[in-house]
């Protein structure tokens, strides 16, 4: 093979990285999928069948299912609704046979007027001996909780759901009904004594999680409300903060005002430090717009709940199907559920960190949260995603002001070869297939790619895990990920630059020890030629150059380490790294890359 000069070598250095030792994280990534909520009308083992095909054909995957308030027997609570499932155990079997997990729709409330509350009552296993109040479904009592007899009974009967190996609850904010059972009252009598709201709240969740992980294992997680407006309560906490690995907020109006509601709640959210939160993409109740007005809303929040942990759709008032409006919106939407699974391994390390720092993943740019509107509704997904969301309607093309968060450039996420400014104040149209959505320019994102529809990868990509890298920093010292797991020590990655005397610069790459192989995507660099270059691992194996994407995805396959540099535009290119063996670590150089001057660099200002 014939060589240029001063063409980009990449080789690597003999060291074996030994692995990172990192914490396990505290729940499954599971929870990071697309979850469906199902309400008491499509609830039945053949309705749910039927849209997970539907959704499967429209090349949308479904990771979890809810199904809401009516799926069980009122007067046997935790045994399902036999006129809608003849077996729940063999439809949750059902499901898992489509990698799709179960969450149910649960409380500590118990109607008047079934088989279930007057044992309860007579037993003593309710508050205030029994005392009820006004529920959407008619007068029900609480639980008591202080009483251990009442606990262990209930338990019994959550036993019904959990042999069946659920995956989750959705536990309600019933806790809020706690100051409600008579006039001036801060709490409810038990068995044991008083209990104020926050003393119910906490052992009703508590309760639910951990008697149901103990049971089931770890990958069980239950979802509640982190801080809602719901009822008359406006911006209140609900659920505890050091369980909120799945958390939405909900119930909002099917309308802009509404999602911007919603937004405000998630600030307020994360105000409150809780880790993991989404909104109810689309928002609930009948909606007065029309069909084109109501389509937009509905892709404008999709879009958003992109970029939130936890991106639930469904629910009351109307079709939140995407094809009920039409193909555009199917293409939307099935893009950016594609994304938001591919960010798993990004939430999951984000949630992580934010757990250990007790700090929410969601990180508005307005620090002061109040009951006003915000000064500006964007917010940063962790330290290195930048989300401005549209909360507004106008129509086919959006027209935004974005003010840049400052410390640092950033990239667009969908064209990483635009660079914005730290500080700049910009007017983006933004038509309704995107979203203003940017990345720290030069940071590492982890994630997990599965579909050939992917802009970072293909379904030959899912054995690995990617890291992308937008326009390495030149000079600014250690950029560095940690990426974490629910089942291993996770993975440490590192990289500097280095500048040469003749202004090229060197790609230093440090991995750890990592059970998985790596795919590198280094977006954005620029080199002398785009020709094949050889590397070496830490044992002396040579990289395999290939001339396209296609023979480095299948070579992939093979277990070979490969490299493949690809033209993207005139000016830039793309460093495609495939690491087999990763599972020793190791230490890659890239060399002699050159750097792009800031014309070279600019960015079209009036368009994303």
Same mark, same amino acid.
């Given at each position: 093979?014939?060589?240029?000069?001063?063409?980009?070598?990449?080789?690597?250095?003999?060291?074996?990285?030994?692995?990172?030792?990192?914490?396990?994280?505290?729940?499954?990534? %599971?929870?990071?999928?697309?979850?469906?909520?199902?309400?008491?009308?499509?609830?039945?083992?053949?309705?749910?069948?039927?849209?997970?095909?539907?959704?499967?054909?429209? =090349?949308?995957?479904?990771?979890?299912?809810?199904?809401?308030?009516?799926?069980?027997?009122?007067?046997?609570?935790?045994?399902?609704?036999?006129?809608?499932?003849?077996?729940?155990?063999?439809?949750?079997?059902?499901?898992?046979?489509?990698?799709?997990?179960?969450?149910?729709?649960?409380?500590?409330?118990?109607?008047?007027?079934?088989?279930?509350?007057?044992?309860?009552?007579?037993?003593?296993?309710?508050?205030?001996?029994?005392?009820?109040?006004?529920?959407?479904?008619?007068?029900?009592?609480?639980?008591?909780?202080?009483?251990?007899?009442?606990?262990?009974?209930?338990?019994?009967?959550?036993?019904?759901?959990?042999?069946?190996?659920?995956?989750? %609850?959705?536990?309600?904010?019933?806790?809020?009904?706690?100051?409600?059972?008579?006039?001036?009252?801060?709490?409810?009598?038990?068995?044991?004594?008083?209990?104020?709201?926050?003393? %119910?709240?906490?052992?009703?969740?508590?309760?639910?999680?951990?008697?149901?992980?103990?049971?089931?294992?770890?990958?069980?997680?239950?979802?509640?409300?982190?801080?809602?407006?719901?009822?008359?309560?406006?911006?209140?906490?609900?659920?505890?903060?050091?369980?909120?690995?799945?958390?939405?907020?909900?119930?909002?109006?099917?309308?802009?005002?509404?999602?911007?509601?919603?937004?405000?709640?998630?600030?307020?959210?994360?105000?409150?430090?809780?880790?993991?939160?989404?909104?109810?993409?689309?928002?609930?109740?009948?909606?007065?717009?029309?069909?084109?007005?109501?389509?937009?809303?509905?892709?404008? %929040?999709?879009?958003?709940?992109?970029?939130?942990?936890?991106?639930?759709?469904?629910?009351?008032?109307?079709?939140?199907?995407?094809?009920?409006?039409?193909?555009? !919106?199917?293409?939307?939407?099935?893009?950016?559920?594609?994304?938001?699974?591919?960010?798993?391994?990004?939430?999951?390390?984000?949630?992580?960190?934010?757990?250990?720092?007790?700090?929410?993943?969601?990180?508005?740019?307005? =620090?002061?949260?109040?009951?006003?509107?915000?000064?500006?509704?964007?917010?940063?997904?962790?330290?290195?995603?930048?989300?401005?969301?549209?909360?507004?309607?106008?129509?086919?093309?959006?027209?935004?002001?974005?003010?840049?968060?400052?410390?640092?450039?950033?990239?667009?996420?969908?064209?990483?070869?635009?660079?914005?400014?730290?500080?700049?104040?910009?007017?983006?149209?933004?038509?309704?297939?995107?979203?203003?959505?940017?990345?720290?320019?030069? !940071?590492?994102?982890?994630?997990?790619?599965?579909?050939?529809?992917?802009?970072?990868?293909?379904?030959?990509?899912?054995?690995?895990?990617?890291?992308?890298?937008?326009?390495?920093?030149?000079?600014?010292?250690?950029?560095?990920?940690?990426?974490?797991?629910?089942?291993?020590?996770?993975?440490?990655?590192?990289?500097?630059?280095?500048?040469?005397?003749?202004?090229?610069?060197?790609?230093?790459?440090?991995?750890?020890?990592?059970?998985?192989?790596?795919?590198?995507?280094?977006?954005?660099?620029?080199?002398?030629?785009?020709?094949?270059? !050889?590397?070496?691992?830490? +044992?002396?194996?040579?990289?395999?150059?290939?001339?396209?994407?296609?023979?480095?995805?299948?070579?992939?396959?093979?277990?070979?380490?490969?490299?493949?540099? +690809?033209?993207?535009?005139?000016?830039?290119?793309?460093?495609?790294?495939?690491?087999?063996?990763?599972?020793?670590?190791?230490?890659?150089?890239?060399?002699?890359?050159?750097?792009?001057?800031?014309?070279?660099?600019?960015?079209?200002?009036?368009?994303?």
């Amino acid at each position: 093979m014939l060589w240029a000069r001063n063409q980009p070598v990449v080789r690597s250095v003999p060291i074996v990285v030994p692995r990172a030792n990192l914490p396990r994280s505290p729940y499954s990534p %599971w929870i990071h999928g697309h979850w469906v909520r199902l309400h008491r009308d499509r609830q039945s083992s053949d309705s749910v069948h039927a849209l997970i095909q539907q959704y499967g054909t429209n =090349n949308i995957p479904v990771d979890v299912v809810t199904l809401d308030y009516g799926w069980d027997d009122r007067h046997r609570p935790f045994v399902a609704n036999s006129s809608k499932f003849v077996s729940l155990c063999d439809f949750v079997k059902s499901m898992h046979a489509q990698n799709v997990k179960v969450v149910l729709y649960a409380t500590a409330m118990l109607e008047e007027g079934t088989n279930v509350f007057k044992e309860a009552k007579e037993s003593g296993f309710l508050v205030n001996e029994g005392q009820t109040v006004k529920t959407d479904g008619g007068q029900a009592g609480l639980l008591d909780y202080s009483s251990p007899e009442a606990v262990s009974w209930w338990h019994r009967l959550m036993d019904r759901a959990l042999d069946c190996k659920i995956d989750g %609850w959705k536990n309600e904010a019933v806790d809020a009904y706690v100051r409600t059972f008579s006039a001036g009252s801060l709490g409810v009598i038990g068995k044991n004594g008083f209990m104020d709201q926050a003393t %119910w709240s906490r052992k009703y969740y508590w309760d639910f999680f951990d008697y149901s992980r103990k049971k089931t294992g770890f990958d069980f997680v239950t979802m509640f409300r982190p801080v809602d407006s719901w009822r008359n309560f406006r911006y209140q906490p609900f659920g505890p903060t050091d369980i909120s690995y799945a958390t939405w907020v909900g119930d909002h109006p099917a309308t802009f005002e509404g999602m911007r509601e919603s937004i405000m709640n998630m600030f307020h959210s994360a105000n409150k430090k809780y880790l993991n939160f989404g909104s109810a993409v689309g928002g609930t109740g009948e909606t007065y717009l029309t069909k084109e007005q109501h389509k937009e809303l509905f892709i404008r %929040w999709a879009q958003l709940g992109t970029f939130t942990p936890i991106f639930e759709n469904g629910g009351m008032g109307f079709n939140h199907d995407p094809w009920a409006f039409d193909g555009e !919106t199917v293409t939307v939407y099935s893009r950016v559920v594609n994304i938001h699974r591919e960010l798993e391994p990004f939430f999951l390390s984000e949630a992580c960190e934010g757990f250990l720092a007790h700090r929410s993943v969601i990180r508005p740019i307005h =620090n002061d949260i109040s009951f006003a509107d915000p000064d500006t509704w964007d917010f940063l997904v962790g330290d290195d995603i930048f989300v401005a969301p549209i909360i507004r309607p106008h129509g086919e093309i959006t027209l935004r002001n974005v003010s840049f968060p400052e410390g640092s450039e950033w990239t667009d996420w969908w064209d990483p070869y635009k660079v914005y400014r730290p500080g700049e104040r910009l007017e983006l149209f933004v038509p309704i297939n995107h979203f203003p959505v940017f990345k720290r320019r030069g !940071t590492i994102i982890p994630l997990s790619i599965r579909t050939d529809s992917s802009d970072f990868g293909s379904r030959l990509s899912a054995t690995s895990l990617t890291l992308l890298i937008d326009q390495p920093l030149i000079g600014s010292g250690d950029v560095t990920r940690k990426v974490f797991g629910e089942h291993d020590s996770g993975l440490m990655v590192l990289y500097t630059t280095r500048l040469l005397l003749n202004g090229n610069y060197n790609l230093h790459l440090t991995v750890t020890a990592f059970y998985r192989s790596l795919i590198f995507l280094i977006r954005g660099v620029k080199v002398v030629s785009p020709e094949s270059v !050889t590397v070496k691992t830490s +044992h002396g194996t040579t990289f395999e150059a290939v001339s396209s994407k296609k023979a480095f995805y299948e070579s992939t396959q093979l277990g070979r380490n490969t490299l493949f540099v +690809h033209r993207a535009t005139v000016m830039h290119c793309d460093v495609m790294l495939f690491y087999a063996e990763s599972g020793v670590g190791g230490v890659i150089d890239v060399e002699n890359l050159l750097t792009l001057s800031s014309e070279e660099n600019a960015h079209r200002k009036l368009e994303i």
